[in-house]
């Protein structure tokens, strides 16, 4: 647009920064804002969430790309554009009088995030809370592993305008990552940093490490076949190949010098001889462990455990076994946890029937509340799943050994072909009874708020851990969310170098269901009442969840992108009076 009194154009001079910060300086944590100050830029909406090709990360490149994208008056501050460069878009922000501009897709899932919030100096994304700084566009808080790449600052009339196409094509870049100095004989039974597991926690600490500049031995062992993949997707998308679902490949892994040892079950501890002993034999020394083992599935008592085709979801092969065997044939879901309730929604356009069986009255009563889980069994039942609700399996019955007929503890017989067991989990520590590492009565390693155990040089995070949470006076807590595994990992990669961090974060969740997304954000654990802003009949609608006068967790269908924006209230330390909301 041209004023005739002011000619000035807005450039996006797009040379991406070359200044890679230094490899031991941690990202500057942007502090969030009040209410007031969270600019949500663009309207309530809601799209699949799920726009994540695989993409290359760039290489520099000498590409340039010259264009006039807005006046300078356009744009006011706290406000956020996308811009078209021609060999791709970038989103361009103004806070404070000043232009910045970055990857406009958010690294995880893909999401618009024009569409998100801003605040003090971060863009909050309104899917899935992921957080990224406007100067160095690094990521600040989870999910996902990557950062955005960020374009040179702005220019006012006739500066030369570069882009890196690279950058504007992959809208992602990994942060750079220091090499392993250490000699290295793959057989030596010795490494710096052994990590248990290979979920976000641990990838999350074993790059986190590299970042910051660790140059010795890192070696990450994994009871699953695959390098770490995307597995919060398994239940949503049940024909998905690890290859598909794949957050790193071994090549990235290598790449980097982060050993991947797949199929090793570790045993054992000994935290005199500071060594781990695997099923297989091998035993590992370290410096310093980091234990992120995550969940297993809660034992369940019923007549029939041999009868085949009755599934905990673990792996892609189960996902894909799931699948095969539910075509045009009876599927029944024991439990009415998220994964149990996400495979029922994905089996509904496969199966013949699909029936589920949950002990509470409503599903989700305990986390989301009677009112908005009666609105969304109500969904399931328009998509004709049948619910046996106040139920329990007390026998699986098998014709040759395969699974024929489920038989709830009511007398009702279910006909059933393949059986999905989703009846909630337990932490995965049996490992750890004999070690003198501190656990509570439910097998949860209790740890400081640095992710350290009792015990000199353990670390442990993710779903097996209870922590001090901050805004509960640091009380100790387990919130297992993919997104909070990520900033485990982070905070002990950080307080094994010395460098301790405290965890900054407001948890956040969500959970897919024929093409519709709950997104939550809080720690809502004890709620006592629900404030419910909008329809719960056309699932267009916003639950606040209070805890006597205070608003600890908030819960959206279809009301974009107001979870994270409240994610960026109580981020900032602030806290929603009931009375706010009401």
């Not at 647009?1 to 890679?20: D, I």
């Not at 004709?384 to 026998?395: A, G, I």
Request: glycine share 8%.
């Amino acid at each position: 647009k041209h004023c005739c009194f002011n000619m000035f154009e807005v450039k996006v001079e797009l040379s991406l920064l070359e200044k890679e910060k230094e490899v031991d300086g941690l990202s500057p944590n942007g502090k969030a804002s009040p209410f007031a100050d969270c600019r949500p830029n663009g309207a309530l909406g809601h799209g699949s969430d799920d726009d994540s090709t695989p993409l290359p990360l760039y290489h520099k490149s000498r590409d340039y790309v010259e264009a006039s994208v807005c006046h300078v008056k356009d744009l006011e501050n706290g406000q956020m554009r996308e811009v078209d460069l021609g060999s791709g878009r970038a989103l361009l922000i103004k806070e404070h009088g000043e232009f910045s501009a970055m990857g406009h897709k958010c690294p995880h899932y893909g999401a618009p995030l024009v569409k998100g919030v801003l605040s003090k100096g971060h863009v909050r994304c309104p899917w899935h809370g992921a957080c990224f700084n406007i100067a160095t566009g690094d990521i600040e808080d989870f999910p996902g592993l990557d950062s955005l790449p960020t374009f040179q600052s702005l220019s006012i009339v006739k500066e030369r305008d570069h882009s890196c196409k690279q950058a504007l094509q992959s809208q992602k870049r990994s942060k750079p990552m220091a090499r392993c100095s250490a000699v290295i004989n793959s057989s030596t039974g010795f490494s710096h940093v052994v990590i248990i597991g290979s979920g976000p926690a641990g990838l999350v600490c074993a790059e986190t490490l590299r970042q910051e500049g660790f140059t010795d031995r890192i070696v990450m062992c994994t009871m699953d076949r695959h390098p770490p993949y995307d597995r919060p997707k398994l239940s949503k998308s049940l024909d998905s190949t690890a290859e598909q679902l794949r957050l790193r490949s071994m090549e990235f892994l290598q790449d980097h010098d982060i050993e991947l040892l797949t199929e090793k079950e570790a045993v054992a501890i000994d935290v005199k001889t500071r060594s781990v002993t695997f099923e297989d034999g091998l035993r590992m020394e370290y410096r310093k462990l980091f234990i992120a083992t995550g969940s297993k599935p809660r034992p369940m008592n019923y007549k029939g455990k041999e009868v085949k085709n009755v599934f905990h979801l673990r792996t892609p092969e189960d996902a894909n076994s799931i699948a095969r065997l539910a075509n045009n044939k009876n599927a029944v879901i024991v439990g009415t946890s998220f994964v149990g309730m996400e495979v029922a929604a994905a089996l509904t356009d496969k199966a013949h029937s699909v029936s589920v069986i949950g002990i509470e009255s409503v599903p989700f009563k305990k986390a989301l509340g009677e009112k908005v889980g009666k609105a969304i069994m109500k969904l399931f039942e328009a998509n004709r799943v049948k619910f046996y609700m106040l139920n329990e399996v007390s026998e699986m019955i098998g014709h040759h050994g395969q699974l024929k007929e489920v038989v709830l503890k009511s007398g009702k017989v279910l006909r059933a072909d393949v059986c999905v067991v989703g009846a909630g989990s337990v932490p995965a520590t049996d490992f750890l009874k004999l070690s003198s590492i501190h656990m509570d009565s439910k097998g949860f390693i209790t740890v400081n708020k640095m992710m350290q155990t009792n015990c000199d040089g353990v670390f442990a995070g993710g779903d097996v851990v209870m922590f001090p949470f901050p805004p509960r006076n640091n009380k100790k807590v387990n919130i297992p969310h993919w997104q909070m595994a990520h900033v485990h990992g982070r905070v002990a990669a950080l307080s094994m170098m010395g460098r301790a961090t405290e965890i900054k974060t407001v948890p956040y969740f969500w959970s897919a269901m024929f093409g519709k997304t709950i997104r939550y954000a809080g720690y809502g654990d004890g709620f006592d009442d629900v404030i419910i802003q909008g329809d719960l009949d056309e699932l267009r609608f916003v639950a606040f969840y209070t805890r006597s006068e205070e608003v600890v967790a908030v819960a959206s269908m279809n009301y974009d992108p107001i979870v994270s924006r409240v994610a960026e209230v109580l981020g900032s330390g602030k806290t929603i009076k009931k009375r706010d909301v009401e």
